[in-house]
């Protein structure tokens, strides 16, 4: 049985995952995010939420529902902005008076390559940018968040989206679409960078974290063999890049359908702006030549 079918709990219902940590499931499902976008409410009495998702009613309510007699919303803290992830923010500050907290609005952190490529007419894709996003306390890297007697500390881990954060809780990690356990996260330009990805990713493999509670799926058990599993995948797909540019110059689509031969139709467009991840992060090593110049509608050769 795969995760997938494994990992299916009802949506607003509320899952204790361990002290002073609970799981409500929103009832978003997609292709993009399986059975839906996991909110966390971490502590007791003073509680923080962790990524209260799309702006559905019946979630608000589920997330209020939820707190015990005498609890409170103390702080909303926001991985990413996402459609799925970060819109029920603003609502739930408003009903609750906690703050809103994260790395920046959905332009913060994008590397300078994604600058320009946003500058020159690169829109977004995949997931739905929440643009009207802008937290009212911005996060640095390595910020602590005190809830009650518990310290949550921020982890800048751009790569997936720029303004990424993982949010650290003892030897318990919650990675937002950095990690997850059914899929491999999506990188899609301009707002991921794949050698962002890369980068945070081994970051997250130097420490020694026993869980991680992602955004979305089951929570990961062997948080190391997973890293080690992404690192692997994308260096493998980088292979299967230069394997076929090796055979002469193409283009995004062309390459995405040499690669990807077995993916429903629907994630096509996904697949492609993950194969732009990588050919950004190859020309930016040298290894591949875009022509006329780096865009989505380039021919790419190897160099």
């Known amino acids: 049985m795969s995760e997938a079918q494994e990992f299916d709990p009802v949506p607003g219902a509320v899952t204790g995952l361990e002290p002073g ?15 839906g976008t996991n ?8 509680v923080a939420v962790i990524d209260p998702g799309p702006a559905l009613p019946a979630h608000a309510r589920a997330i209020l529902e939820a707190l015990a007699p005498g609890e409170r919303v103390a702080a909303i803290l926001v991985t990413h902005s996402h459609l799925d992830h970060s819109p029920l923010a603003r609502p739930l500050a408003q009903g609750t008076g906690a703050p809103v907290l994260a790395f920046g ?7 300078p390559v ?4 946003a500058r020159d007419g690169l829109s977004a894709g995949g997931e739905g940018v929440d643009t009207a996003f802008a937290p009212d306390e911005t996060l640095a890297d390595g910020a602590r968040i005190d ?3 518990l310290a949550i500390e921020a982890l800048w881990t751009p790569g997936h989206f720029g303004n990424h954060l993982c949010f650290g809780l003892g030897d318990a990690v919650f990675t937002g679409d950095h990690v997850m356990g059914w899929a491999s996260s999506l990188v899609s330009p301009p707002d991921g960078d794949l050698g962002d990805f890369m980068a945070s990713t081994a970051r997250l493999a130097s420490r020694a974290d026993r869980i991680f509670y ?3 799926g089951a929570p990961v058990d062997a948080p190391a063999d997973r890293l080690r599993w992404l690192l692997d995948h994308r260096r493998g797909r980088e292979a299967e ?3 076929h540019l090796a055979a002469g110059p193409r283009g995004i689509k062309a390459l995405t359908r040499a690669i990807y031969t077995d993916i ?6 996904a697949a492609e702006r993950n194969v732009f991840a990588h050919l950004i992060d190859l020309h930016a090593k040298g290894r591949v030549a875009a022509e006329p110049r780096l865009a989505v509608n380039a021919m790419f050769h190897a160099t």
Do not use: C, F, K
């Not at 909110?39 to 007791?44: I, K, N, R, S």
């Not at 994604?114 to 490529?117: A, E, G, K, Q, Y």
């Open 105 to 111: 609005d959905s332009r913060a952190g994008r590397s």
């Open 147 to 149: 809830i009650g007697a």
């Open 21 to 35: 940590i609970r799981r409500i499931l929103a009832p978003n499902p997609s292709p993009m995010t399986q059975r």
């Open 114 to 117: 994604m600058r320009d490529l």
């Open 39 to 46: 909110t966390y409410l971490v502590g007791e009495g003073d």
């Open 264 to 269: 429903p139709g629907a994630l096509i467009q």
């Open 241 to 243: 890049i230069l394997a």
């Open 214 to 216: 992602p955004g979305h």
